[in-house]
């Protein structure tokens, strides 16, 4: 199954959401009202895109449509040009699809150190594990540092992966400093020349000020151990997340600088709509996306196909 | 918790507070900024619509233009709307005669189930009844093990066994044990799954219909947006929930979805948790809860975690000593100690009428209350146990030495010790007076910063009298000054 269908099929029910409710809204032949585009707004809300977004899309078709005898197609090219702006940002920044590596930045010297953060049962290991056997089908040699000491058998998971995928794991006992778990993780990676390290963290919420502090330590020792590191700072976000993924993105910057953001969960999930506000207020990119629980199912993503996944 | 949603309702009834007149146009604005806050805060859009519909509709039907204060009534209203919203919750969970109850828990992944079993396990320890794990989550790895740690943790005897069995025979075979162990309450800890699916609903239900639970409850994350409402409505439809558990509410979740999902599928929410340790899972009050959320405090709450960190005797004994006046330094320095594990002092403030706001201004000028109160506890700390029995000791040279110990100047002791004076006078006094007289009381003491840990602050560290080594280093710098601003002069004639 090609990326394109896969998308589609995790995110059949926003389009069945959007679309069998839509296609009552708009006829063809009707003049467009405030109601009907009022009626569009509580649909575009149910994706989770924020008020600020939905808002956006709502003004650009009020400004092109409004009064007119509704063309289907042509609201269609609105509401899909306007959300491919939002969430391109400013550079219409995009990757290539076929070299599944082009979204990650893994700099020049060896190892590249990819720290993965995020709140409590988004999918952060499970995440890391899909993204190692990424780097391992491109060639690249990864290193795992379990850095998730703190909650029972988070160690015991990701050692279980790394089983699976063959590479190397470092670990510590459970209650260990995280930070020690990411220096030692480096070292390792040092010592064998390895590509790639991948360093887990304990899931947190934005809130709790002494684990962001715990994460900014995490972050120092890994740039002192490997200069210039690390490359990849990303963040881990449910795709059913609502608008406190907005709050989550601007505080785990504040603390780490995130590069980017993984969305996972979407396979299934209605939403996924977050990233929109997101990107618009906060100008983070989704890199990848996690369509299913497969260890494969992880994809670059792509805002074309994104939007034209969700209205296909 | 709620923060934005609070802002938003703040910055709404703004306009009323001021005194403005209420006309429908602005009732008709100050709601649209309420519509806009919920639908920020995840609140389902149709539960907005109807919310705003029905406070507007009830805002005109009372008469409330004409009433005498109509800004407050409003407030009033939302509140009790709000209240209806959520509410009403019976939390009881009735056990059984002679057989054990069994509590099914369920939700989607990385929800928190797990881990809201252990504390639902201990919540109910703490009401003196014994409850059993299952680990029927054969899903996820490591499900199994996290059971296995949590119950060790708590002392909890837990069933589990290998995956191949399946989760229906675990569970039935669990509810065997639980029968022949010494066991009131079993708490089947099922599968979760990315999201709603038949295979999961119908491995779901066959555990409902084989096993019979007294009560199921959904476990959802407050940071789920829109989707919760979905979810909910899912498992309600398969499995006819008897509650709702909202996990990571401590966090700054919008809680869009306490707000939305017991009127679209009339589930009631139970119970909260309100952080990752496992006694932080709370009983579920919607009147507390829309209170908080219209920035009104909730005292109610305060109170009980008082009650939970300070036993009956310990408080008789406190106001025994108070009344006598021997209420010394070393028995504050205790009950510091307690409060601090009540909670954080900003969440804390909080819960207390009108303070919430100067909590978020601490924030933003970057005061931490608990550095502050970290300060006293050092100054204490550096006194000999004499010297916290009696206060009256600590003299020029003591105070310096306290002082250093502590790393604060010397003057910090001195307003110290004036405050503790001031206040275990007035304790004195109250010891004697009814409660309302007490309360006013406790207003003055308020006022005169006792209960304010940062009353101090702001005010830069105060210099004690210049000792000999800084008098003469005063004295060279001048000399300095005086030979240099001469320089000067004689470059400035040239």
Redesign the interface.
């Known amino acids: 199954m090609g990326l394109l269908d896969r998308l589609k099929a995790g995110l059949k029910r926003t389009k069945d959401l959007l679309f069998t409710d839509v296609r009552d809204l708009f006829k063809s032949g009707e003049p467009l009202t405030e109601e009907r585009l009022e009626q569009f707004f ?1 649909r575009l ?4 895109m ?2 600020a977004a939905a808002n956006a899309i709502r003004e650009e078709l009020r400004k092109e449509h409004l009064g007119r005898l509704v063309d289907v197609d042509a609201i269609w090219a609105t509401v899909k040009a306007q959300l491919k702006l939002l969430l391109k940002g400013g550079e219409g920044t995009s990757w290539n699809q076929t070299e599944p590596l082009s979204a990650l930045n893994l700099g020049e010297s060896k190892p590249a150190v990819i720290l993965v953060a995020g ?5 952060k290991t499970t995440s890391i594990a899909k993204l190692a056997n990424l780097l391992k089908k491109n060639g690249k040699s990864v290193v795992l540092a379990a850095g998730d000491t703190f ?4 160690v ?2 990701l050692t ?1 992966w790394s089983k699976r995928l063959d590479c190397e794991i470092v670990t510590k006992p459970a209650g260990s400093d995280p930070a020690s778990v990411a220096h030692a993780g480096c070292s390792r990676a040092l010592e064998i020349g390895a590509d790639v390290v991948i360093v887990d963290t304990a899931g947190r ?4 000020a002494n684990l962001m502090k715990e994460l900014e330590k995490i972050h120092r020792v890994i740039s002192a151990r490997v200069p210039g590191a690390p490359q990849e700072v990303l963040l881990v976000l ?1 795709a ?6 907005v ?1 989550q993105a601007k505080s785990f910057s504040q603390a780490v600088h995130c590069t980017g953001l993984v969305l996972a ?1 979407l ?5 996924g ?2 990233v929109v506000a997101i990107r618009q207020s906060m100008n983070l990119p989704v890199k990848f996306v996690g369509v299913g ?1 497969q260890i494969d199912d992880l994809e670059v993503f792509d805002a074309e196909q994104f939007v034209e996944a969700l209205f296909a | 918790m709620f923060e934005s949603m609070t802002r938003g309702f703040d910055s709404a009834l703004s306009f009323f507070r001021m005194g403005g007149k209420l006309t429908e146009s602005n009732i008709d604005g100050g709601l649209r900024q309420v519509r806009q806050a919920l639908l920020e805060a995840d609140v389902n859009y149709d539960v907005v619509q109807q919310f705003t519909d029905r406070v507007k509709a009830a805002a005109l039907g009372q008469d409330l233009l004409k009433s005498v204060n109509p800004s407050q009534q409003f407030v009033h209203l939302l509140y009790q709307e709000l209240a209806a919203l959520m509410g009403p919750v019976d939390h009881e969970i009735k056990l059984r005669k002679g057989d054990v109850t069994v509590l099914m828990m369920c939700g989607l992944q990385g929800s928190g189930k797990t881990t809201t079993c252990g504390k639902l396990a201990k919540l109910l320890q703490s009401q003196g009844v014994r409850p059993m794990l299952v680990a029927a989550d054969l899903q996820r790895p490591a499900a199994i093990e996290q059971l296995r740690v949590l119950g060790a943790q708590l002392g909890v005897p837990v069933h589990a066994e290998d995956p191949s069995v399946g989760p229906v025979k675990v569970c039935q075979n669990g509810v065997a044990q639980a029968r022949k162990l010494d066991v009131q309450v079993v708490i089947l800890d099922t599968a979760g799954r990315l999201h709603v699916d038949a295979a999961l609903m119908k491995e779901l239900e066959e555990i409902d219909r084989k096993v019979l639970p007294q009560q199921i409850f959904l476990v959802t994350d407050a940071m789920t947006g829109q989707d919760a409402v979905n979810s909910a409505k899912a498992f309600n439809d398969s499995l006819e929930l008897d509650g709702c558990i909202l996990t990571k509410l401590d966090g700054d979740a919008r809680g869009g979805a306490a707000l939305s999902i017991k009127s679209v599928t009339g589930v009631p929410i139970k119970f909260i948790g309100v952080g990752e340790q496992l006694d932080k899972l709370e009983l579920f009050h919607p009147e507390r809860m829309a209170s908080r959320i219209l920035g009104m405090g909730d005292v109610v709450s305060l109170v009980e975690r008082a009650q939970q960190q300070f036993s009956q005797e310990q408080l008789e004994e406190q106001q025994k000593k108070m009344a006598s006046g021997s209420f010394t330094l070393l028995d504050f320095q205790k009950q510091m100690g307690q409060i601090k594990q009540m909670g954080s002092i900003m969440d804390l403030m909080k819960m207390i009428p009108g303070m919430g706001k100067i909590a978020e201004s601490f924030g933003a000028m970057n005061i931490n209350p608990e550095k502050e109160m970290g300060r006293v506890e050092a100054i204490i700390s550096s006194m000999t146990p004499k010297e916290r029995l009696n206060p009256d000791l600590i003299d020029h040279s003591r105070r310096r030495r306290i002082a250093r110990g502590a790393g604060v100047a010397p003057a910090e002791v001195n307003g110290l010790l004036k405050q503790f004076n001031e206040m275990s006078g007035l304790m004195k006094k109250m010891s004697g007076m009814g409660t309302i007289q007490r309360f006013q009381a406790m207003r003055q003491m308020g006022n005169a910063g006792f209960f304010d840990p940062t009353s101090q602050m702001g005010i830069p560290k105060l210099r004690t009298a210049p000792e000999v080594g800084d008098r003469r280093a005063a004295e060279e710098k001048k000399k300095k000054a005086r030979k240099e601003a001469k320089a000067q002069r004689k470059r400035n004639r040239r």
Request: net charge negative; hydrophobic share 35%.
């Open positions: 509580a809300i149910a994706t989770d924020g008020v709140v409590n049962g988004v999918g909650r029972a058998a988070a015991e998971q279980l919420l934005q809130t709790q449910d059913t997340t609502g608008q406190n993924g709050i969960k396979d299934g999930t209605a939403k709509g977050v629980e």
